[in-house]
């Protein structure tokens, strides 16, 4: 018998006793679309796949790979970019049957189960006229999210997920559920999984009764030149101040005309009249094609984003945080995005650090506060055969800023988008780069919550 078949039969035999937790084995007709992540280049495979339906499910399981030695990691959403959540021969824990949204009686906070989908929590704040920090992708994991950073439309006016966060209910390495002191919350703030499985996050929520968002899509016959404009002019307008309720993502996506420079407006502001003046504001940055910003709701943007973004690409990103789109930077990204592949998975986007995320009053390791803008330049291709091309082309846009602009870049790195193998010599690099100061405060919360390192195989790898 080899060594996996001897795993998988004590596997078995010891799920016998523990029915509630699910499984899917390596035989099972769904193994394949189980452990399937976002990146489709991930060929890794685990060992089986285990699905916990509630918090004593967790413990048994950690309490069962740890003392059998077993490789294991965790996954929600499967949209590590990198498709980290899987490894060859480890064991998959699924957490996505854990997964709700319970609003608090105060109405001021909400406990999120470690397996929801983003979607289920914007979405059922809404229905109860409230909103929390969120990304705009319905089917990226809530807890993945928000514990690495989380960057999204409503940074500006609430701050980053990260910042929301006020408790958190963990699974230990003894496999014992623990709620997180303030030192651990701080490792959680910034590292997500590294100390434990997270249960519960208890997060802040406000009140969200209206939206106006949507997509402005600026003529882009010639994408650098208008890129190069509307950054000109976004400059000019951020210096006579811009409203924090108004979060603006830059995009550069295929359309079916080509490569399209659009601005994805969000303005979570009660009176609708101010986010319309803005919208035009704006608009009138570049000439626009189309200006999609309309009264509308979380669940409907939600779909209509999700409904743009393929569910399988192959590829991986590169990333870097600018300080400001300056002439050069905007040169550089210009002369990028007018050579992007013409594949619906291939996209850029720019998340920019402002308003009340540059600051937050509770601890964590997140490192990056100064005013940035974070470069998701997406490498990927919905065809496997056009992978090479789609990376060759993000790579070449890295390059380019850093021999261009390299003022411009900042030191720190967003874990979640960096490129942990092109972008890093070495795990300590990767760990480095992405914490920056934070990283001896990270080691030691590490040695103390996790000291014999059984939660090896998460983002990011410690040892
Ligand atoms: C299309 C796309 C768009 C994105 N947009 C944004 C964006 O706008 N802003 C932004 O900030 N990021 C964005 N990201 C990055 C994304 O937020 C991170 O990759 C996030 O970690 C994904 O979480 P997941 O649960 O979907 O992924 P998974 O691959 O399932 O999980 C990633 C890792 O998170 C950890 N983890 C997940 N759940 C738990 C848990 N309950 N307990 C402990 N550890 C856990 C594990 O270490 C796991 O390996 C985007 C990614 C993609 C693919």
Redesign the pocket.
Known sequence: MTETATEITRLETFLQDHPTIKYISPSSDNYASAHK???GARHDKPLAIVQPQSHADVCTLIKYVKSKSLPF?????????E????VERALLID?RL?AGVTIEFDRKSAVIQ??T?QEEVGNTLWKEGLGTAT???P???????????????FSSHWG??ADQIISAT?VNPDGEIYVADQDLLQGIRGT???F????ELTVKVYPLHKLLAGPIVFESTNIKETFIAFNAEYQKLESEGIPAKLTV?QTIFNSSHGAAFAVQFVWSGEILEDGQHWSERIASLGPVLMNGVTPTNLPDWFAGIGAH?PKT?YGSPFSYNVSSISPEVAESIGNGIAKMPNNPGTMM?M?QLRGNALQCELSSVFEAREPHF?L?I?GFSTDSALQQEAEKWAAEIAEDLVKVAPDALLPTH?I??FNSIAQASSPTEWVDKTYGTKVDTLKSLKAEFDPENL?A???PTLR
């Not at 990691?73 to 970019?81: F, I, M, S, W």
């Not at 498709?83 to 899987?86: D, F, I, N, Q, S």
């Open positions: 992540c976002w990146n990691t965790l996954r929600t959403g499967g949209h590590n970019l498709g980290r959540a899987v957490l854990l470690g397996g989908l990304g705009s992708i089917s990226v994991g809530y807890v993945g999210w928000a514990t690495y950073g989380g960057y999204g439309p980053l997920g963990v997500g999984g590294l434990g499985v997270i249960l993502q973004i690409v986007s998340h974070m998701e997406i967003y979640s988008v939660f195989l998460t983002v």
